[in-house]
């Protein structure tokens, strides 16, 4: 009966590329394809060989789900960058060396730069010389940014001497397209992940289950929390002039927990994936909006972005070896790259840019705060100094223009009443109470969390089945809510 | 395959077979009044998601309509030029569009009813029985419709809004009809696609590309620009709408439809 109603042909197109229904670990599909992944893979797992090429292919199929054949682009850049590796490895000269690392570069980021910034580049050479260049209709690969990044950091320590070049390609090819990472990272290193790939250690039930837990955080971050608070945001981001002060706050606060919630999220779902597989992938975000500084605040979002423009941009410019004056250029080169390479505008630029500012001010103000008293109170004003700041500079990571991001600021602080309050608490009661759990659920001690999880991986199967299934039907009842959009609306 | 790895495969098998199943109540599940949703596995693998497509060997009916309901492409009935009781439905949009289509109907002597439900969207015209109540209220034979402007930011619109349209246009049934799309001020996630999806050929006007001068909450036209909205959608219903009434164009200025009804915001 059931079987009589699925439709094959809608099944198969259900199957194939579609540019507007990227493959994402929230998606359905993605689920029915795991749960069909799983058992091949626990299976093949002791038979290294035969679960590499079995990841490969199921890897390259998600990658082609979203991105069709720009999936070759990457097995492409895996090919040719393994090449490079072993050429600069058995390589004795230093001229040849270099060149190999440069055109590696050049291959990677040029594959990026094209795809990322071509239109960006288009739209300011017009802007510039009154040009008319239409923009170019391109498909941007999903997930090239962070695999570029991957690649270029496994070349570039091979070509440093920090690691060996991997002999076996195939586990070059698994590293590369590692369907966990390929979306949005965490941009693990080769040294960390090649090592536990070649040892292939089974997984044991404290990772299958602890990666569950992570993937169900993930989830109720990603799909409940921030596509549901994500709603009054793009109201409100895209039409500012219809806002007041009040409402703007409240959306700029809402993107500040929805950008955290999204992309934590998304992350926590790809180290569980990774976990439930047997890989440990690290951590990427380390509750960040609890940090008291700026530098703190990097220290915690997005680490493995971080620490990767620390290694491989901050310190090769020089980073803090060539004086004070030096030190602070290099900061910000590297922010205003960090921040072009979230997205192809000027608004990002000038993200990266506020922050790159803030942490050169920070330096240089180190010496005079190391010297006050850490108390409750000052820790406080640091927090919300460091918050109120970091939250600022969302404005010009979301807004549509700087227009937009000028009219926002301009609204918050001349439109701003706090007789809006209540009519905001009583119409959008659910966004706002979910707000207040993401902003209490940050500053939960890890230990608790720790607990937590213990307990999970400890609890009966039927418990888990219980939890898991309670999560997804949250999912299912907030994907359908929507966020009232006008107050009320006068003519 | 190891215990913990069968133990993680069989939950996640038998939440999904939960899922599948439940899925098959595709309207949701009314649990002591709360309405537990559904997941849209058997409406994905069904093929009733989207109208069957369009064959060469299809035929019209005697009413010009092709098997899957709807007309050819290109379809036009003759001009009407009887009187009409049209019935203007929508949200806070109307406040500009209908005093303008009122003027139209004074001249060419039709009758207006207006219906302003204010921050409506199609989930609440969808969910209530207020359109057909408002059909047997008012007996309309030409039904204006604008609805959209808030659902422009919808995630998943075309899944989640899909059954409340079809639903709508059901109610509206035989009775000829114009919908109005939203007047966009930012790119939408997929309304427009959706109307015209689900809309008949012909009766849907696409608004997101005209261009406003807009009231200062940055998303409402002006009211001389609403009132230019108005005779665009006049203008084309005329040229190239499935229905086309008389509706000569007046002098310019507002008249006053013979009955305003309004709605408050949905809670």
């Given amino acids: ?491 | 395959m190891n215990k913990p790895y069968w133990g993680l495969w069989t939950l996640l098998l038998v939440a999904l077979l939960t899922f599948v199943v439940l899925s098959f109540w595709q309207d949701g599940i009314i649990v002591g009044g709360l309405e537990i949703k559904t997941a849209s596995f058997a409406r994905d693998l069904g093929a009733e998601m989207t109208s069957r497509p369009v064959k060469d060997t299809d035929t019209l009916d005697a009413s010009g309509r092709l098997p899957n309901g709807k007309h050819p492409k290109g379809w036009r009935a003759p001009m009407d030029s009887t009187a009409k009781n049209i019935l203007f439905i929508g949200d806070s949009m109307l406040e500009g569009l209908a005093p303008r289509l009122a003027k139209y109907c004074d001249k060419n002597g039709h009758k207006l009813v207006e219906v302003i439900w204010y921050s409506s969207s199609t989930l609440c015209w969808g969910e209530s029985a207020r359109l057909t109540e408002l059909i047997k209220t008012y007996h309309p034979d030409y039904i204006f419709v604008c609805l959209g402007a808030n659902e422009l930011y919808v995630p998943d619109i075309k899944r989640a809004r899909r059954p409340h349209l079809k639903k709508m246009l059901a109610e509206i049934g035989d009775i000829p009809y114009v919908w109005i799309g939203p007047p966009n001020w930012d790119e939408d996630t997929g309304i427009n696609d959706l109307l015209q999806q689900e809309v008949d050929e012909g009766c849907f006007y696409l608004s997101a590309n005209d261009k406003f001068d807009r009231s200062r909450d940055g998303a409402h036209p002006t009211r001389a620009s609403a009132h230019l909205w108005m005779d665009r959608v006049v203008k084309w219903l005329g040229e190239s709408g499935a229905h086309p009434i008389r509706l000569d164009k007046p002098a310019e200025g507002i008249s006053r439809a013979s009955r305003i009804v309004i709605y408050q915001p949905p809670k």
């Fill in chain 1, 1 to 491: 009966m059931i079987l009589d109603t699925i439709d094959i042909t809608q099944l198969l197109s259900l199957l194939a590329f579609n540019r507007d229904e990227p493959m994402l670990f929230t998606s359905g599909l993605f689920w029915v394809l795991f749960l069909l992944f799983l058992p091949i893979y626990a299976l093949l797992k002791s038979r290294r060989k035969k679960m590499m090429l079995f990841v490969i292919a199921f890897s390259l199929y998600f990658f082609y789900k979203s991105s069709g054949l720009f999936f070759l682009l990457l097995v492409a850049t895996s090919i040719f960058d393994w090449w490079v590796a072993q050429f600069i490895e058995s390589s004795k000269n230093r001229t040849e060396r270099r060149i190999a690392l440069t055109v590696s570069l050049i291959f990677s980021l040029g594959i990026l730069l094209f795809f990322k910034y071509s239109n960006f580049v288009i739209w300011n050479w017009n802007a510039l010389v009154h040009g008319n260049f239409q923009p170019l209709d391109l498909i941007m690969p999903v997930g090239v940014s962070f695999y570029t990044f991957r690649t270029i950091s496994y070349v570039v320590d091979v070509y440093k001497g920090k690691i060996q070049p991997v002999d076996d390609y195939l586990d070059h090819l698994f590293f590369l397209s590692y369907f966990p990472c390929l979306v949005a990272g965490p941009i693990v290193r080769s040294r960390d992940f090649i090592p536990q790939l070649q040892e292939n250690k089974p997984a044991t039930r404290e990772m299958i289950y602890g990666g569950l837990w992570l993937v169900m955080l993930g989830i109720l971050k990603k799909a409940v929390f921030a596509d549901y608070i994500a709603q009054y945001n793009n109201i409100a981001f895209g039409n500012p002039t219809g806002y007041t002060g009040f409402e703007l706050l409240m959306a700029v606060l809402g993107f500040t927990m929805q950008i955290y919630c999204d992309f934590s999220g998304y992350s926590d779902m790809a180290i569980g994936l990774g976990s439930i597989m047997g890989f440990n992938l690290g951590i990427n975000f380390n509750y960040p909006y609890r940090s008291l500084n700026v530098t703190e605040f990097w220290h915690r979002w997005h680490i493995t972005l971080s620490t990767w423009l620390r290694d491989y941009v901050y310190i090769p410019l020089g980073g803090n070896r060539k004086g004070t004056l030096r030190q602070h250029f290099n900061l910000m080169v590297t922010m205003l790259l960090g921040g072009l390479w979230h997205g192809a505008a000027w608004t990002f630029v000038v993200w990266g840019a506020g922050h790159g500012i803030a942490l050169c001010v920070h330096k240089l103000c180190k010496p005079w705060l190391d010297t006050i008293a850490s108390t409750r109170v000052t820790r406080f004003f640091s927090w919300l100094l460091t918050f109120s700041f970091v939250a600022f500079l969302w404005i010009f990571f979301r807004a549509n223009s700087f227009h937009a991001a000028g009219q926002i600021i301009t609204n918050i602080f001349t439109d701003f009443e706090w007789a809006y309050l209540p009519v905001f608490l009583e119409r959008r009661f659910t966004w706002s109470l979910m707000l207040a759990i993401i902003f209490g659920l940050h500053f939960v001690p890890r230990h608790i969390w720790d607990k937590l999880r213990e307990r999970f991986i400890a609890a009966p199967w039927i418990v888990k089945l219980l939890l898991f299934i309670i999560l997804i039907q949250l999912v299912l009842q907030f994907a359908s809510a929507t966020v009232q959009p006008f107050l009320y609306s006068q003519f």
